[in-house]
């Protein structure tokens, strides 16, 4: 188990924990209140407004979260299979390169595969993200150069044009796949989320105020479900670090460095 998906787990737990206490606070305020208010032992008027319009904001609040999650999800998967198809492409176009150039260009195109691979392969560990991502731009930079030079040296111009805008749009579909890791729902979201989640929490406590003891199957449903879409929601914004992964997808890769040989 990484760090991360530790980190995920001991999310879910304090999420369930602190749902089941804001209800049994809210249980216990209530009953307190019900004891020294006045006959009928209610709240006053206007609260199952206020209840339903808390509720119904964490509903719409999670359906935007659940939502966008799934988008940026999809994104990512969009992005590995326009970068596995990009650098296919890169790599057949180094045909029209003269014979000499070939090979050279070839063995980086490997070089430079592999450390994509690998680049996603430690995803999870940071320092060794960071020196495979290092690695896989400096490769990147010596595939132009050996690119460029080429196309100058070829006789005519169809190096150029034809291989040219096929390695810039390899290098353009990275940045933008690189650029995916960092888009997530924002943090504030999130902590709106919680603190609204604790807020219904609490006064679905009140609401079971009526009876002396809390309902303890609706207590843990309440918080077990709360709890459970936000662990599904932090695994759709952190694919790879839970139990969703991106396995099937990022193996378009592996396909295709194992048809360069």
């Known amino acids: ?14 999420l369930f924990v602190g749902l089941v206490g804001f209800q049994l606070l809210g249980h216990h305020f209530g009953v307190q209140w019900r004891a020294h208010a006045s006959p009928g032992g209610g709240f006053g008027g206007g609260t199952s407004a206020v ?9 719409l609040l999670l359906a935007f979260t659940i939502a966008g999650g799934e988008t940026r999800l999809e994104a990512r998967r969009r992005l590995i299979v326009e970068e596995a198809a990009a650098i296919d492409a890169a790599y057949l176009r180094i045909d029209v390169f003269p014979a000499h150039a070939q090979p050279a260009l070839r063995a980086q195109f490997r070089r430079y595969t592999d450390a994509r691979i690998e680049l996603f392969h430690n995803y999870v560990t940071l320092g060794q993200w960071q020196a495979s991502r290092d690695r896989a731009i400096e490769l990147q930079r010596e595939i132009w150069k050996h690119a460029t030079a080429a196309a100058m040296a070829a006789s005519d111009t169809r190096p150029a044009i034809v291989t040219l805008p096929a390695i810039t749009r390899m290098i353009d579909v990275t940045i933008a796949r690189d650029a995916s ?26 609401e079971m105020s009526k009876n002396p003891r809390p309902s303890p199957l609706h207590v843990v449903a309440f918080a077990g479900m709360l709890a459970l879409t936000s662990y599904v929601i932090a695994n759709v914004e952190f694919p790879r670090h839970g139990f969703i992964r991106l396995g099937p997808i990022d193996a378009l890769l592996s396909q295709v460095r194992q048809r360069m040989g």
């Open 1 to 14: 188990m990484t760090a991360a998906t530790a980190i995920l787990l001991m999310v879910l737990v304090v």
């Open 51 to 59: 209840e339903a319009l808390l509720f119904a904001i964490l509903g």
């Open 181 to 206: 890791l960092y888009s997530h729902v924002p943090i504030a979201l999130f902590a709106l989320l919680v603190v609204l989640s604790f807020g219904c929490a609490f006064f679905a406590g009140l």
